[in-house]
Nanobody, 119 residues
Framework: QVQLVESGGGLVQAGGSLRLSCAAS????????MAWYRQAPGKQRELVAA???????NYADSVKGRFAISRDNAKNTMHLQMNSLNPEDTGVYYC?????????????WGQGTQVTVSS
């Protein structure tokens, strides 16, 4: 069984910064693409940023230049540095990863961490 656990959310004023972390644990053979999604109240879950195992990244237009995604393949972790936060960044942030185990491949999700940006 594999598990993704997010940390680092919280309340911050507009213009501030937060750093989210995601740790994968369990019987992991390898991690494929990892990503951060977010869901604001009353809205659909949306992709924020993604990073391939080789380091290629992709960002939503709304966060380009403000957010930076990174990963440590040796530690099975992923991070999201969020700068210049604004109230529109408020939501629950979810870690997502394509995980390979000895029994198969799984599209795995964390439980989410709340990010609230006050104006």
């Amino acid at each position: 069984q594999v598990q993704l656990v997010e940390s680092g959310g919280g309340l911050v004023q507009a213009g501030g910064s937060l750093r989210l972390s995601c740790a994968a644990s369990g019987s992991i053979f390898s991690l494929g693409v990892m990503a951060w999604y977010r869901q604001a109240p009353g809205k659909q879950r949306e992709l924020v940023a993604a990073i391939a195992s080789g380091g290629n990244t992709n960002y939503a237009d709304s966060v380009k230049g403000r957010f930076a995604i990174s990963r440590d393949n040796a530690k099975n972790t992923m991070h999201l540095q969020m700068n210049s936060l604004n109230p529109e960044d408020t939501g629950v942030y979810y870690c997502n990863a394509w995980i390979s185990t000895m029994t198969g491949q799984y599209d795995s999700w964390g439980q989410g961490t709340q990010v609230t940006v006050s104006s």
